[in-house]
């Protein structure tokens, strides 16, 4: 009979220990291109940039719904309004409810211009410099300067209209996880000194880098001034014109002894706390 009762106080204290363990995890999943979801440790999803029908994107091959693995959204985060970030934004928020975060010239054109949902378009607008708290404070989201451009495409403009309307200025985006990482998605931008300021006030613990936009040498720059404990290139191989793959940025990031981790589209991965745990 004791040893009944010990076995049994035993095994409820591993499956608390168990599903301790497991409400502390992030989880971070790359769609390929820009776009990323983050799950936070209560289960709040964020979307990143969420061009999900991209190319490289393993669960959007022909005949696969690219959206079954999205049954829930509870932000969408946009960098800025160029189409391969925009992406499928207007029908994943459609179908999941999900609020836009976004500057406000973005966040409007995208209401007037597309069929993105007017009322999960407006609580979430931010203008550079601005942190807000969103999942009931479990998440701080700033939003940080990127040097680009963007305009949100008008399908709907007449033949003498511009087929591109003002999409605020580019960002990237600081997300701080409460009992998780700090993660930095640069969206598209050039190198600018500033992101030492960005590696210098936030404790950055993951660093999505896009590649295609600084080269090699300025990327690796990049990832040394924002500082990760582990920089994960993006941005990359998607189509012609962007670079095809991050084995030179690799090599510099090495020369830099920073922390590294190259994610394969579809890829998951998981952090307890702010540590990067493993993939899957
Ligand atoms: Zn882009």
Known sequence: MRFKYSFQVCLLLLIGLVSQAAAQETKLKWFGHAAFSITTPKGKVLLIDPWIRNPSNPEAGEGKDPF??????????????????????VEIARKTGAALIANPELAFNLVKLTDFPAKQASDYIMQMGNEIQIADGEVTVAMTPAVHSSSVFNSKAGPNEPERAYGGSPAGFVIIIKNGPTIYHSGDTAYFKDMETIGESYSIDAALINISQMGVKLSARAAKSIHGKVTIPMHFGTFPGLLQNADGFAAEIKKLKLGFYEMKPGDTISFRGKQLMRTG
Do not use: F, N, Q, W
Not at 68 to 89: E, K
């Open 68 to 89: 079954a693995p999205i049954s829930r959204v509870d932000y969408i985060l946009l960098t800025h309004g160029h189409r391969d970030h925009v992406g499928d934004a």
